[in-house]
């Protein structure tokens, strides 16, 4: 484990611990686990971060980012191997578990249980700790097996939250479809991105405004 410096405005000791696991599987779209582990910060919520070996290789494919430069991102980060890490353990408490992005594989193995890495491990740990896991699942199109994962994951409790643009926001960049999705699913654990464009209500101030 490496703790980074941290983030600004900390929860007060009698609150609940505002901490966010993020993990970041191989699958295309680490920019999704990138603008968490920033929205996070911003948000003053700690994160505790697992990379994938492959998505180490995605993040060198996909931007021009180094893994030092991504784990620096994050309040707390670990090794992949580093099984005896304090996410691994239903007693080290937090918010829930979100994997930006997840892949085929990665959902696969948290499926099963039997879990080689310390992100599925830290994902099935929030599954019987009946806490919110959210699995931005980038793959199509989707075979019956897939669906069939999918399906069994949600009947865990899992939320499957594939990074789907929504247009009614009338994006006009790629960051605005990122940032549409990542606010998304921070909503999913009650956390208010500030700058999420909602169906029916006034767009958020910009830095202009």
Request: aromatic share 4%.
């Amino acid at each position: 484990m490496t703790r980074n410096p941290p983030s600004p405005g900390p929860a007060p000791a009698s609150a609940a611990p505002q901490r966010l696991v993020v993990g970041i599987s191989g699958a295309s779209g680490v920019v999704y686990g990138i603008r968490t582990l920033t929205t996070l910060r911003r948000l003053g919520v700690e994160s505790h971060l697992v990379i994938s070996r492959s998505a180490e290789v995605t993040l060198a494919h996909e931007t021009s980012m180094k893994v030092a430069e991504l784990r620096a991102l994050a309040d707390v980060h670990y090794a992949a191997a580093d099984i005896g890490a304090a996410i691994s353990s239903g007693s080290f408490r937090t918010l829930g578990m979100v994997v930006a992005p997840c892949s085929v594989r990665t959902m696969s193995e948290i499926a099963s249980g039997v879990t080689s890495t310390l992100l599925t491990r830290a994902a099935d740990v929030t599954l019987k700790e009946r806490r919110r896991l959210v699995l931005m699942v980038r793959e199509t199109p989707l075979h019956l097996g897939h669906l069939r994962t999918m399906t069994a994951l949600a009947e865990m409790g899992a939320v499957i939250a594939p990074p789907v643009p929504a247009f009614y926001a009338k994006p006009t960049s790629i960051d605005d479809l990122i940032d549409h999705s990542v606010g998304r699913v921070l909503d999913l654990f009650g956390l208010e991105a500030g700058n999420l464009r909602r169906w029916g209500e006034p767009s958020p101030p910009t830095a202009t405004d």
